[in-house]
Structures are given as C-alpha cells and as structure tokens.
C-alpha cells in the first residue's frame, strides 16, 4: 500500500520537452482523439480520450497561460461542438460536467480557499433553479398578486443575472449566523441548513408546488430564436464556466483571495494583519453561493422541470468530493475532479455494465442482476473516495500557490550569503523596501502609546493589575518578567485580542482599547506572534502581501476586471513585499511556502508580514526564543537597523537578557500582573525587586 | 380539552422511545469526537449494519419449528449486533481514520462517507446474494401491547412492551458505559486521550489502543441501538442509518457533544420535540424541526446544554 | 523564435484538424450500419428503471419483465432479419441521469424504442431528449398526469392509467361501496404520492366526504406514531395513504399496535407484494386502487405468472408485468412499422408513428390503444382488497370494483 501510496503522492502532470515539442504533443494528441471520436461516436473511451486533452493542455506547463486557456477554448468550443455536437449525449454529458465544474469552483472559494466547510452548498444551486422555475412557469403568479402570467423564454438571461445576485445573498445570509462556528460545526450547520431547504422546497406548496415540482421549465430564447437543444445549453454553460474559471482565478491571487487563505490559516493572525473576518468570510460565502445560482438558472431550464428530488444532501456531498478528489484549493484540481466524478457517476459505471451485459449477451452467460454493477456504483464511488482520501489526501492535483517572477536580478539563496554583506545589502533593500516613516520631531519625547491603569482579570485571577506604561516614540521599549507576568495578556489587550477589564489604551493619542484586533492594525500597529503564527500553505512571498492588506485598495470590480489601478498596485505590493523579504534576509525565498522555512525564517518572515502593514509601532512576542547565538545576533543586528534605519518603534517581549539589555532604550518589568520596575536597562539590571522576582527572594 | 393536548401524552410518549434510540447511537458520536475531534459520518451507518445484523439472528432464530422465549431473541440480537458493529467500527478506523490523523478535517469527513458509502452497498450485495431482497421485514420479538387509560384522554396511552424493554436496555447500556468510563482503568485513560492527546500518551497511555477501543464501545452501542431499533420498526433498509444517523448527532449536539450524558440528554430532548413538534406543525415539516433544533443550538449555543465550550483557534 | 515555430505548428495543425474534421463529417455521420455476424440487423429496446438505489426493488422488475418479453419474441424478428437487443438503463431514480441515459440512448442509432421510467420525477425532464431524438418511449407505470399532459409529446405513451383518475376513483369507491363519511388523508412526499393524494382529496371534497385530517410525512420515516395519534384522536371512517408500500406497511404495523380499527387505501405504489411481506395480516382488509387488471384472472396474467416465476425463480411484483405488457407495445409498434417499410430497418418515427397508431393490442394484462397525447383509451382503474396474509397480492387480492377511463363504475 505505502508504494502505492508514495507514487500516487508523487505523481505530477507535466509533459516533457520544451514548448514547441509541448504544443506539439497537445495538438497531435487533439487530432488523433478528435479523429476517433468522430469514427466511433458511441464509444465511451473515445470520448474519455478527447476529454483527456484537457488535462494534456494543463500539463504542458512550458506554454504560457494565455496559451493553453486558448488552446482549451478551441479544444472544448470549436473541435468538441464539431467533432461531436451531433450526439447528443457527449454534448449533453460534457454539459453536465460544466455545470459541476463551476458549482465545484464555487464550492472551492467556500471551502478550499476560504477554509469554510459547507455541507449544504446544493441549497444555492436549489433557489437559483426554482428561481427561474417559480417565475418561469407561472407559478409566481400564484402567490404574487403583481405577477401575471409565465416569463417567456427571453428573460432567461437576466435571470442568470437574478441567480447569481439571489445566490449572494443567501450565501450572505446563511454566512450572518454562523460566523462564530469552525471546522465541524459550520459543516454540520450548513448540512442543516441545506436539508431545511429542500425540506421547505418540498413542503411550501404554494410557492414551490412542492413535491410534485413544476413542470414547464422555459428554455432560453434569444429575440425569437427558441434555444433548448443540448448542443446550446453546452455553449451557454461552457462561456459560463470560462467566466467562472477565470473569476476564480482572478480571486484566487488577488487581495481578495489572499485574505481568505490567510483566514483559512490562522484567523488570529489574519485579524493581526488587518483583515476583517466577517466581511471577508462573507464574501466568501456570497462569492461561492452565486456560482451556484446561476448554474442553478441553467440546471433548471435545461432540466423544464425541478422538483426536490435534484437538491439532496448527495448532491453537496458529490461536490464536495469533487473538491477534495481534484485537490481542494487547486484550480484545476477541482475542475478534473469535478470532470471524475461526473463523468463516474452518469457514464462509466452505466458504460461498464452495459458492457458486461453486451459481453454477456454475446458469449451466453448473465450476470446476475443483483450483482449488476451498475447497482453498486455507490460501493465503488465510496472505494474511491476513501482510496483517494487515504493515499492521497492532496487530491488528483494538488494545490500549487502561485509563483511569481520577480523583476529583481536573482539575489543568492539565503543559505549561501555571506554574512559580510549583509549590511549594505540590508541598507539598500531598506532603502527601497520602505519609505522611511518621518521621524516625528522629537520621537524621543513623543508618547506613542499610553497605557494607562489597565486591567485584566480571568475569572478570579488577576492577569494585569493596573499597569501604567509609556511607550516613546523611536525607543526600543522591552517588557519583561517571569513566566506567567502578563506580557502577553498586556500584548494581547493592545493589538485587540483581549478587552480590558479596566484602564485604557491610547495609541498616538487616540484610545485604542476595546477596539477588534483589526482595527488595531488599521491604526497602526502590527505584530509578531510568541508561538510563530505563519499562513503556513502560502508563500513568503504571499505571506508577506497578506501583511501589505490594510494598504491595498482595490476592491471586488477591480480585482474581476483587472483595472489599472489594481495591476499598478499589485505589482507595486509584489515589488515592496519582494524587497521587504531582502530586507529580512529572506532573498530568493519568495515562492517558498512558509511551512518549509527553517524556525530562524520563519521569525523573519513573521518580522517581514509585520512590517509590510507599515506599522508605527511593532510588537515583537519574543522574538528570539527558539534561536541559536548565531540567528540572535542577527536579530539584533534587525531590530537595530529597524530602529535606527526605520525609525520604528518597537514594543518587545523577550526572555533573552543578553537581547534585552543590549538593545532596550527602556525596560519594563511585570510580575504577576503587576509593573515592579521600569527604567534603562541598566537601572533595571540592579533593582532589588527585579532580582527577587527572576530568582527568588533567597537570592537576595 | 383541545384535540392536540389530547394528543399531547401519547407524543411525549412516543418520542421518549424514540429519543432513547438517539440517544444510543448519539454515545458513539459523542464519544469519538470527544477523543478525536471527528464527526464518524459511517457511524449512521454501523448503527444500520447493527440492524442488518440483529434481524438477521432474529430470522435465523425464529426460523426453526420451536421459537425461543423472546427475552433470549432479544439478547441475542442485541450482543451479536453489539459484537459485530464493535469490530466493524474498530476497523474502520483503523482503515479510515488513523492514517489521516494529521491530515485536515475535510479530508476525514471524505473519508468518512467514503466508508459510509461502502457500508450501505456492502450491505444491500451481501443481502442481495443472501436473501434476494435487501429491504427486510423484522420479525416480531414482543408482540405485547398494554393500553392504559388515563382520566381525562378519551383514547388509551399505548406502549408495547418492546418499547419498555429498548428504554430499559438503553439505561442499562447508558449506566454501564458510565460507570467504564468514570471507574474503570481503560475508561479513565479514555478520558485522559480525550482532554489531551499529547500528554496522555506522555504519561504511557497506548494512545492508539484507547482510540481502538472508544471506537469499539461507541459503534457497539450504535450496532445495539440498530438491533433494538430493528425490533422496534419493523423493517430495515440499507439506506436506513443516514436520517437517523444525522438525528442522533443533532441529539450529541445539543447535549454537547463530548459527553455522554449530554448525548442521553440530548437524543431524548430531540425525540419528545419532533415529535410534538410534528405533532403540532404537521408532520411535514417534523425533519424541519429536527434540522432547525440542530441549526440553533449550533448558533446560540454551541456548547450544547451540557458541554464544555469548544476552543476556538487551537 | 520559438513562439513563431509554435504558432506555425499549431496553424498548420489546426488546419489539417479542420481538414480531418470536415473529412469526417462528409464521411457520413452513420455508424456501422448494425450488421453482426450473422447477418442479422441489430434493432436495441432499452429500458430505463432505477437499477440501483431504494427504488430498484420495483426497477429491477420492470426491466425484467420487459426483459422477459423480449426474450419471448426473440425468434419472431430474427425470422424477419433482426437481432433484438435489450439495452438496460440504470436511471437511479435520479433526474439528471435519467435525462442523460435519455440522451446516450438518443445518439444510438440502433436504439429504436424505450420502455421506461419508473418516477415520474424522471421521465418529465427526460421527455425533450426523447422528442428531440424522436425516439419513442412506452411508459409502463407512470401514472402522473403532466407525464402526458404536459408537452404532448408523439413519443410519449403510457399503458397504464392517470392518478388524476385513479385517486378519485379511490374516493368514489370510499364513498359508494363502503359508505365512508370521513376520511383521513396522508401522503409521503413524492411527485407519486403527493399527486394522488391531492387528487384522492379533491374528489373526496367536491363528493361530500368529509376530509377530517391531511398529513404529509417523508418516505423514509419510519417512525408513524405521530400521524397515527392524529388519526386515533380524530377516528375517521378510513384512511387514505398516498405513497409507496414500505412506509404503508410500517404505518399498517404501528396502526395495529395502537389498536386503531379503521380502513385504509392506497393507490398502486402501495399494491406490492411487499406490503404483504412486512405488514403480514396487519395488510388484510386493506384496499388498494390500481391500473391493472387482476394479474390471474386473465390467462395471459396466469402464462406470465408462470412464465416469469421459471425465468426469474421468484414472483413477479406488479411492476414486471407492466414492463411485460409495455415492451410488448413497442414489439407490436415495431412490428408494425417494420411491415409498413416493406420489411427493412424501420426509422424511429416510423416506429414512433406505428406505435400511436396502436388502437387495440391485448397484452397479458392490460388492453392498449393510445388517444392523442398518448393515454391508453382502455385503462381501467381497479380496486382491489388485499385478503391473505401470505403469498403475492397479485395474485390473492380480491377485485372489488372496475371503472373505466372517466372514472365510471364499470362493475363490482
């Protein structure tokens, strides 16, 4: 099994040779299935070969993308159509694979990007078919007195429209409530919650007609061309999915996209960084609900008929295994898988028992009908997915983050680089990677951040007790003290985490206490974390850019059309990202994912996410521990440089004395809750009260 | 008296008897989440095989000229049921679930209906071949039935002695369970894996084994509760554990999932209010009420009524 | 320049893709043209029944009576030069499938005629890949009435009768022979059960029956007290439970446990042997609408009884003679359209033309001639009382009345 396993885990899609012997394997390939199909245009395999073409098109890497969505739309729009447009099942099978395709698609944003299981995603398709089916059959005008009559085939089109808004916001609406629930909860919340809604489609009468459903379905018309062949719905739903795709793409590496990664990831962190979790998780679940809609409008009218029956729990259990077969997460993961277990399900299981039977026919023998397979593909359906999600839990292609080309000359592997360069290499990546804030006028004198009185009680224990601390601007601020002081707890009530209980919290003079963690960021201040919190599947690269969040602009129509001012900032986060991960000392480990980073890195890489967000104030939570001499000294070295050069402020908890003393301007200490000194490092170094705290009062 | 309050006892009735039912078969939910932070998707479907497997021995025992008194019917059932689903829910995890302990949460819910799948087509070919059919009648264990008049109903409360004898063997199984986990070693170490992992096996506990084992008891309780089940409603389908599989966990939910006396809690909660509740909205809309309990006790309280608060972010 | 060399490549090979295609397409879009090896032309009727899935008890028994049939006049068309083939389809009960078995079925161009579906859930939107393809389909069971009176489509035809008949004819029976006054009306939730419920009330209501009580509970509960705690506390004169038989008898069962003593009806999803097998004597008395004629009151009924227990070693549900008596339809059609095009290889709107144009074909249960939109004109409506507790209802249920397509009492 484990050999099986290993090969099936290593197994990649990518054809030889350079692109012109790439292209030429895709074209020679196109002709050869396209000729077959055409000689034997009832073989199933004929059919699973021409469709295997696709996948071809993907693994020839060495082509540009532009190249092989071209080359797909030819394939799939113009060689398909003509080769076998006059069988009706191909066009009709290769239909219903487009509409799986782009619900999976839309299943993905939810789940595989978004990291939001949803079990009840069939509910979308379901209000987007009885949309069109309850206003195209007349129904409608039975329970909306303003209604008159059934649509004509005509407004199919802006019902396509409808779909997708009514989806969005049903996705909106179911995503209100169950904001607060994760992993397992929100799966078996939308599993209610789909269930509730076939359950309402079969027992409304009135609206639905319940059970019985509604016969009659319009089929699209255009001006009075009356469309309903299999071969238009084919075409409709394939320049649908081609939207689909390459809105989902776009998402994918945008700002939006990133975001719902990094939610996926850590949601503490993501917060940290500014993103707000209920926008973006709504958007989610919005964005995936409206693929659904529209494919639901199509479902319906190529259907003419909708009834309950279509909108099981089976359907969102079918398209979530598409995901997890293609490789959630992965583009054309979920496209091929969607494709398998389609294609699975209406043809090759019913292909092999017709096979079996036809075989049985022709040498006398029957297959008993209760060992029919055709009866079991259920059996074998569960075989798979349990096979695929054991051996390879990746899925078919598994998800593959982005990888940028840099505009900079290749700077050498981290690894390799002398360490005597890296202070004027530091020096001038600074020097591009940031414009260098403006020094207030007299940072020294400057109180950035007040905190004053605060108060934080767990239950009956006391966490913080009305610490009073002043952070300068420009100073190196250090918080000490044993395990179990409060330095965390005090962090985590000034990025937001935590409300106090008293006290406030003001940030250049505005109160930022009771504020959500997000808003913290906004403000101003960023942070690392003690037990480091990387967006571990994405890039350093992305990591990074997830930092850069609450300074880019571009929203969702930017992003679905690639304006200007999208391109010029994305290009523009790309190059200051790139520049900051030079600056940390992360050159040539931009498409790294941060999960493969060495501990020492991934300190950096945090630093670098940090700075991205262009804070006023950094909080390091002990940055160094975990560290060997070597990396400590380099981080000194960093946080020097981002104090002098920068001009930061850095707020810093550190167990490290030999860190803290060389570096602090000033050192605060707690113990229990409580501040028992502050002052210089030097001052600090000798107060009684801080030798007793850190070794007991016997040592004094 | 109005007419749904005469109906009102004969409900609550019914749907306790139901409820126990849930509640069986919510301990094996409660229980493997509790040590694993996983939703057994099969186990719906152990609790079928546990059907299958009980009407089975009921067929092959009544079958013979002289029957057995029901009481040795009924045990018999019940233990190979037990018996057969403790094996069966060992091995899936062993399959299924242990080399994905580490894998994301999605792919084990994949996983799980793979299995789940399998189950309900295993099943229905073995039964095609055995039998010919796979839908199958039950035969009669009680044929009791005591009709008790109450002053002020103008019909008698029904209950059939089989009915009492579920209720009853579904508190001993709930008492029994108990006191394995609070008194005895195995049960203890269970407790340990459950609140953390890493430092029971720290402290020399066979992680694994007691994984194995809480998969033993919990799909033993779900195969028992099948058997009872069986005798109860009078047929069984392989298609049966789906419905009642995603009742009984909305039953561990609303407990609070985790603990066992909230899953007990829970399934009887659940059985009165669909039942009244279909009683009182019609019975349409009675899997409505089931999903809609399930939906807001999710959103308002996640914790269940019983349960420890879930951590966020861990 | 290594973009320019790909472009060339790729234009080139899209021209001679172009080239290919066209070639192709003048080469003649036939496919062999069914000849096997021993000179016999291939000629496949399909059916298509869920094989699989809950419903496949009654889909495997209609594919198997068809199948039956088929196998029966086998030689008849060999003699004529024919290879008659079955091409079963497994449509899982399932929408999407059934519509794209409709459309494999459509691009075989041997494939002449189907038989099928079992749910009328699954035949309406099947029903524009039929007419598009203009291959006819004979329904053996599908009683909904949009079945045929939705689209009117000359490829749909039915043998059997219209629950908007049968359920009022269930109401009139309640009404005149068993002089009901109340009645209690449940269905399970299903385009099937839902129908015949409705319709079984509207009847009820305009007749003067007095509707006490209307439920709705899903097909798979298995669960009825709560319907029957409504029923005991109301006491109607009868019950009428719109659905298939698995969950008639586990209501029957409950009912019984309850000590509820009232009568009950269905229609013909709930007329199944196995109702008798999982209600036993619980079913006794229980009366039962249906489209088809007592199975062994006609010697047809009985050869088929005989003939399909040898093939099949087990009793035939009532679903395998209708799959019987529908294949035989389109056998006749096919014939038919096979003589009218001086014994060649018929076209399929030949043989859907031959096919409507049946007016009296005695099968070996039911009598077939279709009207316009494809209504069997002599469908009766039947009801029956199921009076033993063991063997098949079939073939142990007591006719009680016989009505014809109007609704009419035709006798008792």
Redesign the interface.
Known sequence: MSGLGRSLERYRLRLPGGAAAQAATVVVYLLLTASLLRLFPQSIIAFLLFLANLALVFGARALRPAWQAGLAAVEMGLVFPLVAGANPFFVGVATTVAIYVALALGLNIVVGLAGLLDLGYVAFYATGSYLWAIFSTGQAARFLPFVHGALGGGWFWPFLLFGLAVGALMGAALGVPVLRLHGDYLAIVTLGFGEIIRLLAAGLNGITNGSIGLPGVQAPQILSVQLGQPIDYYFITLVLVGVIILVAQRLESSRVGRAWMAMREDEPAARAMGIRLVATKLLAFACGASFAGVMGVIFAAKQGYVDPTSFTFMESIGVVSMIVLGGMGSLPGVALGAAVVTLLNIQVLGGLSDWLNSLGARFGFSIPPELNPAQYHQLIFGLILLVMAVLRPGGLVPARRRHVQLALAPAAPAAARPRATERPARAEARAKAAPAPAPAADPAADPLLLVQGVTKRFGGLVAIDAVEMTVRGGHVHSLIGPNGAGKTTLFNMITGTYRPDGGRILFEGRPISGLQPEDVALRGISRTFQNIRLFREMTALENVLVGRHIHLRSNLADVLFRSPRMRREESEAVDRAAELLRYVGLAGLENELARNLPYGSQRRLEIARALAAEPRLLLLDEPAAGMNPRETAALLELIEDLRSGMGLTILLIEHDMKVVMSISDVITVLDHGAKISEGAPDQVRHDPRVIEAYLGRSAV | MS?TL??LP??VL?GLV?GFVYALIAVGYTMV?GVL???NFAHGDVFMVGAFVGTEVLRALTAGGRPLSPWALLLAAVVAAAAVTALLGAGIER??YR??RQ?????????A??????????V??VE??HL??F?L?VPTVFAT?Y?IHVAGL???L?I?LNSIVVVVASILMMVGLTLFVGRTRPGKAMRAVAEDRTTAALQGIDVNAIIALTFLVGSGMGGAAGAL?ATQ???V?P??G???G?KA??AA?VGGIGNIPGAFLGGILLGVLE?VG??FI???????VA??I??LV??LL?SGLLGER?Q??A | MPHLRWARALGASALLAVLLASAACGGGAQPSSGGNSSGLQVIKIATQSPLSGDESVQGIALKNGAALKLKQEYDQFKAMGFDLQLDPQDDKGDPNTGVANAQKLAADSQVLAVVGHLDSGVMIPSEAQYHAAQLPIVSPANTNPNVTSQYKYPEISRICGRDDVQGPVGAIFAKDQLGVKTVFVIDNITAYGTGVANAFKQKAQEIGLQVVGSQSIDKSETDYSNVLTQIQQVKPDLVYYGGLYQGFALMLNQAAVRGIHTKWMGPDGVFSNGLVATAKENAIGVYATSVAAPTNLTPGGQKFIQDYTAEYKENPDPYAIYGYDAMGVVLQGLKDAIQKNGGKLPTRAQVRDAIRAITDYQGALVKVGFDSIGDNIYAGYYVYQITSANASTTGDAKLMAQYNPKGELVSQ
Request: proline letters at 6%.
């Open positions: 007419s005469q109906t004969q409900l019914d139901v989440y932070k996983l939703i399959v299924a080399p994905l894998a994301p949460t999605l792919i084990l819910l994949v996983s209906i793979g299995v789940s799948f399998l189950l309900e087509d295993l229905r070919l095609s071949i010919g059919k839908v009648p039935v009709r103008q019909n008698p029904t059939r089940f409603y009078t047929l389908t298609y049966m789906f419905d009642i995603i966990f909305t939910v039942q279909g009683g019609g019975t349409k809309f009675q899997n409505v999903f809609a399930l939906v999710l959103v996640p879930v966020e972010g």
